[in-house]
């Protein structure tokens, strides 16, 4: 892994090298906790930088067996340590291998390999590293230009607040709005949300006009704290409008606590995408839609550590392309059709949102409808090589925003990086096939433009 990995010809490694590497980062997606910007957290160890939250690395250290308190439970921290370190030593081809020894070149500055042998070496390092390497400091280092977090429509955003006010980071640090919770009616946790969304609204949600004034009230809210986006975790999209007396009685029965069937909630869903895409539209927001998850399949696990630990999957039925495109369509129609990024978590939608987003263009907005990066199980070499591959052959590659980290670790910056090198040696090679010409005005801008600039613009920050 030295300074020309991945990077497999003279032209990719010139690309890299001469104009992909020096390019700032725009982590336009991601899930890390402004408060620890705030706090500017410094790390006692490697273990809580590496393995607080990240479910990437606990699903890896479970593969080879690792029990479950030295993954999240109570085990020493260095314990932990060396689990993940025996799993890594299981796993040539995982992005994980790349990443960890990426970031410790780039922020621990060490070239060896990680290993259970090398382990103590490893941690007495990091811990002397990490002594002056506080979040703040990894994110000037890493040259990150923009931070998007997620949060729910109820959050105070005083983090974000005390960051812009107090001018505390380097990078601009923005929100994102994530209405999973308002538009989960199905849910047994429905009504108990919609009393605390009520209450940051100050508004009482009884009906239908209600729900959405309240919504309307956050959405300002979040417009005042710098917010240029929303982003939506969802199965599917089912095409099923209804009237508004139909999505009233459905909602009524959630606050109530009643059983929402399938189709009612797939109602509710479409209903209330359909109000707060038309909302994106008005102020110009970006739409973010990641599709396609199994989430908590694992019932057992489920119920002894709950969501986001590392029991999710891929949904063999993918986007449900069918449903999306309608609902586009629809907002197409109605004119409020905001600017879209696709997300699927089936790497065999890929062909599939490929061809879609041509078919949503808009004169003067290059790429308004995206197929976002390679996301999650296909956030992987081959998985971004598969994903530049088909977007390449179908679409205009050129108009593509680009990487982001999709991270709850403030060391992740590297995964912009290993993109970008990957980018470079998909290029590098049909030049020296001579697939595509040796031009390097013309590379060094598809090169640039998809590292940093389309975001940029894209996004408008």
Not at 111 to 125: I, N
Not at 204 to 212: A, G, P, Q, R, T
Not at 268 to 290: D, I, P
Request: hydrophobic residues 40%; proline residues 3%; contains cysteine.
């Amino acid at each position: 892994m030295g300074k020309n990995f991945i990077l497999s010809s003279d032209t990719a490694e010139k690309l890299f090298h001469q104009y992909a590497e020096q390019m700032p980062v725009i982590d336009y997606h991601c899930h890390i906790n402004p408060q620890e910007i705030v706090d500017d957290r410094v790390y006692k160890n490697i273990t809580q930088a590496w393995l607080e939250g990240d479910h990437y690395k606990w699903r890896l250290m479970r593969a080879i067996g690792a029990p479950e308190e030295e993954v999240t439970g109570n085990a020493p921290e260095r314990v932990k340590f060396q689990r993940f370190v025996e799993a890594l030593e299981h796993a040539p081809g995982n992005p994980l291998y790349h990443w960890s020894h990426m970031e410790l070149q780039r922020y621990m500055g060490y070239d060896g390999v990680l290993s259970a042998e090398t382990a103590e070496e490893v941690w007495k390092l990091c811990e002397e590293q990490l002594k002056d390497l506080s979040v703040r400091k990894i994110i000037k280092n890493s040259k990150v230009e923009v931070i998007v977090t997620t949060d729910d429509p109820i959050a105070d955003l005083e983090a974000h607040r005390k960051i812009r006010a107090e001018h505390l980071c380097s990078a601009k640090v923005l929100p994102s709005w994530r209405p999973d919770q308002a538009m989960a009616v199905e849910r047994k946790s429905f009504s108990g949300y919609m009393k605390s969304l009520g209450e940051a609204a100050g508004v009482e949600i009884k009906d239908l006009d209600s729900l959405k004034a309240a919504l309307l009230s956050r959405l300002e809210y979040f417009q005042a704290a710098g917010c240029v986006g929303s982003d939506h975790g969802l199965s599917l999209v089912s095409f099923l409008p209804s009237d508004d007396k139909t999505i009233d009685c459905i909602l009524k029965k959630g606050l109530a606590g009643e059983t929402v069937s399938g189709e009612e909630a797939e109602r509710y869903h479409f209903a209330l995408l359909v109000f707060l895409a038309q909302e994106y539209a008005k102020r110009g927001w970006v739409m973010e839609m990641h599709l396609g998850p199994l989430r908590s399949v694992s019932t057992k696990n489920f119920r002894e550590l709950g969501p986001d630990t590392g029991f999710d999957c891929i949904d063999g039925y993918g986007a449900g392309v069918s449903g999306l495109v309608g609902f586009l369509d629809y907002l197409q129609e109605r004119g409020a059709l905001p600017k879209t990024v696709l997300f699927s978590l089936n790497p065999n939608d890929n062909a599939l949102l490929d061809a879609a987003v041509g078919c949503f263009t808009e004169a003067g907005v290059p790429g308004k409808i995206q197929h976002g990066a390679a996301w999650w199980f296909n956030d992987t070499k081959l998985g971004m090589e598969q994903h530049l591959k088909s977007l390449a052959s179908i679409s205009a590659l050129g108009t593509f925003i680009g990487m982001l980290t999709d991270s709850r670790s403030y060391l992740s910056y590297t995964r912009h990086e290993y993109f970008r090198r990957i980018l470079c040696n998909v290029l590098g090679a049909w030049v020296e096939r001579g697939e595509f010409p040796n031009d390097l005005g013309m590379l060094s801008r598809l090169v640039q433009n998809i590292s940093y600039y389309n975001a940029k613009n894209y996004f408008g920050f």
